[in-house]
């Protein structure tokens, strides 16, 4: 039983490339989100997902997009970096209602540059 | 509105000595959920306490503890007899029942100096 698995761990792209953050889970979560953290600033919320086909977006989409097409996996994708992207991306699953709240992934740092 | 404030940024005290964390949490819903989050140096986030506020019974599980009082809208930890191990950012959490989305304090950043 993996869990949340995030790839890659590190990256460091330059700025206006793109690039693909994945996420997988396996412990059957109807719901996943990604989150991005900056230092001093807490975990801020880029999208969820409550289930195949559903997606929204949290407090900071701008410059990202998701898709769920499975219930397993939920990539989140950046199409124009820019260093303001710059940050630590935590994927995480959960049930529905909280009552066990969120697996995390261990996290990818990304650098534009 | 939904708000988690750990006022507390940076707490360093000298190991074995007891340390509190405090979480002030805003919310107009009756319903909600509470956690505790806990971030080691290797980075990962590592779950610790959920509390639902129906249940305002404080927590103990081994060295940590847990004072959730709703009239104040504190939900304070605590770790006695700390050690080097308990050095990491602390996040508290909050989660309305309505919502599936949990909303992160900008957590408190701990040093146990040995």
């Known amino acids: 039983n993996a869990g949340v698995t995030q790839t890659p761990k590190f990256r460091i792209l330059k700025i206006g490339q793109s690039m693909t953050l994945q996420c997988a889970q396996d412990?059957?979560?109807?719901?996943m989100y990604w989150y991005r953290q900056d230092p001093g600033m807490g975990l801020k919320l880029i999208y969820y997902?409550?289930?195949?086909?559903?997606?929204d977006k949290g407090e900071v989409p701008n410059g990202y997009n998701v898709s769920r097409s499975t219930t397993e996996d939920f990539p989140l994708r950046l199409e124009l970096a820019a260093p303001s992207q710059t940050s630590v991306y935590f994927c995480?699953?959960?049930?529905?209602?909280?009552?066990?709240?969120?697996?995390f992934g261990s996290g990818t740092r990304l650098t534009v540059v | 509105a939904q708000k988690v404030t750990q006022a507390q940024t940076e707490i360093s005290v000298v190991e074995k000595e007891d340390v509190t964390l405090d979480c002030v949490y805003e919310?107009?819903?009756?319903?909600?959920?509470l956690f505790w989050y806990k971030q080691p140096p290797s980075g990962e986030l590592v779950f610790l306490i959920r509390?639902?506020?129906?249940?305002?019974q404080n927590e103990i599980s081994g060295r940590y503890s847990w004072n959730f009082q709703k009239s104040t809208s504190s939900f304070n930890f605590t770790i006695t007899a700390s050690q080097v191990v308990d050095s990491a950012v602390y996040f508290c959490?909050?989660?309305?029942?309505?919502?599936?989305?949990?909303?992160f304090g900008k957590g408190t950043r701990l040093h146990i100096l040995p």
């Open positions: 919310t107009r819903d009756t319903t909600y959920y």
């Open positions: 997902s409550v289930g195949a086909g559903i997606t």
């Open positions: 412990m059957n979560h109807n719901y």
């Open positions: 995480a699953s959960s049930y529905s209602g909280m009552d066990y709240g969120y697996t």
């Open positions: 959490a909050l989660s309305p029942r309505r919502d599936d989305k949990i909303i």
């Open positions: 509390r639902n506020s129906f249940d305002e």
